[in-house]
């Protein structure tokens, strides 16, 4: 089966919005065995929506549309539709009631407009929205199908987990099974390479790589008659990947890299706490992203002048002066002395600089020095980054903590 998703929204086209909706569906419908080969966006326009349905349907089987189902002028998405397919709008009592409830459980008063929302094309699959005013509905004609979804994230994503996931099992007698393998340390074209006798050689399953930030991520898919079927053969390519990868894999599908470092550090009972300059903060952050990590993280401190570097952390300042605040000296001092205030067995430390301003052509923007005091040893590793301000703080924030892994691990073994 192929798919059109068909994003609707005057903001969309504005750019006031970024259209997560078509990222999420893509990703969820190649898992549900449907191909999407387009994505439209349109503007609150009745005309123009007629006319990229027209076009859509010329190429797809079904089209997913998001948005357009508010209770505004401008929220026409289903009364278009409806034209479109020549069919009648016709009133829903058991949706109004549904909204009016909603209401009384936020304690709101319902607006005369919101009863536009309880009006649906004639025979359309009437979809409840279990976080808004905004049902969604489908709607089946001569082979084709539109499955029209509220454009809210929180109120589509719901919507299309418990309405839109059971339409789908039910048109195919295939499944499609998808692990993703996620990688850090080396670059989505040097992957292509390592893997490039697995990759010329897939049928199926199958295996793509795909940048994701500062990491790589590699989702093997598979189509077979039973999710059994399809686990055995996705596991049998995963393990000739980690031959090839080894420990550049750090994880799989709903993995972080924090969390495998929280659980690293909690097997070896090892505490850890972290001193930021250029990073500002964000190693920390994402370290309390992982439920549990109090159990390892004890604390974090933003040391940005170098006055703090001294007071908080006893860098000294003979070592500022000589060496200037981005360095591997200061780095490995801030290791050392935010492990050893903190009373722990790791530390971390980030000084660079971030930019766009601060550089010189002996430290350019983007030089950053990464600090580690792990058990006793000290030492430091040098980083040369691109990118804006917050690209280099956040590629900065994954490759050490990426490096700090790779520390754990090999104290693994």
């Known amino acids: 089966m192929k798919a059109e998703i068909l994003c609707i929204g005057t903001e969309l086209l504005l750019g006031n919005i970024v259209n997560t ?69 016709v009133f829903n009592q058991g949706c109004m009631d549904e909204i009016e409830k909603y209401f009384k459980r936020i304690n709101r008063t319902m607006t005369k407009n919101n009863e536009r929302q309880a009006y649906f094309p004639e025979g359309a699959i009437i979809l409840k929205n279990d976080n808004g005013t905004a049902p969604g509905m489908i709607l089946e004609e001569e082979g084709k199908v539109c499955i029209v979804l509220p454009g809210p994230p929180n109120e589509m994503t719901l919507m299309y987990q418990n309405g839109v996931v059971p339409y789908l099992s039910e048109k195919t007698n295939e499944v499609i099974v998808s692990k993703t393998l996620k990688v850090m340390g080396i670059g989505e074209s040097k992957i292509e390479e390592m893997l490039s006798e697995i990759i010329d050689n897939q049928t199926n399953p199958t295996i793509a790589p795909y940048a994701k930030g500062a990491e790589v991520h590699l989702r093997i898919t598979c189509k077979t008659s039973s999710e059994e079927e399809a686990l055995e053969k996705i596991e049998k390519m995963e393990q000739e990947v980690r031959v090839i ?23 070896k009972g090892l505490k850890i706490a972290t001193a930021e300059s250029c990073t500002g903060g964000m190693i920390s952050a994402k370290l309390v992203n992982h439920p549990g990590a109090s159990s390892v993280f004890m604390e974090g401190c933003v040391t940005y002048s170098n006055e703090a570097k001294m007071n908080r952390l006893n860098v000294r300042k003979e070592t500022l002066d000589k060496y200037g605040a981005v360095s591997h000296q200061v780095a490995e001092e801030m290791a050392k002395g935010i492990a050893e205030t ?50 280099v703080r956040e590629r900065t924030t994954k490759m050490i903590l990426d490096r700090l892994r790779r520390e754990l691990l090999k104290d693994r073994q």
């Open 245 to 267: 990868l080894g420990d550049n894999i750090y994880g799989c599908n709903d993995d972080t890299l924090e969390g495998v470092i929280c659980s690293l550090l909690e097997e």
């Open 342 to 391: 903190a009373n722990c067995d790791i530390g971390l430390s980030t000084t660079g600089i971030a930019g766009p301003g601060g550089g010189t052509p002996e430290k350019p923007v983007g030089l950053v020095y990464l600090g580690f005091y792990y058990r006793g040893r000290v030492f430091s590793q040098e980083i040369r980054l691109n990118g804006n301000r917050m690209k």
């Open 21 to 89: 909706n078509a990222q999420y569906l893509s990703e969820q419908l190649a898992n549900a065995g449907v191909s999407v080969y387009y994505h439209t966006v349109v503007g609150d326009n009745p005309e123009r929506l007629k006319k990229a349905l027209e076009i859509a349907y010329s190429r797809a089987d079904m089209v997913i549309t998001t948005g357009g189902l508010g209770p505004t002028q401008d929220d026409l998405s289903k009364q278009t539709i409806g034209e479109f397919f020549n069919r009648e709008m």
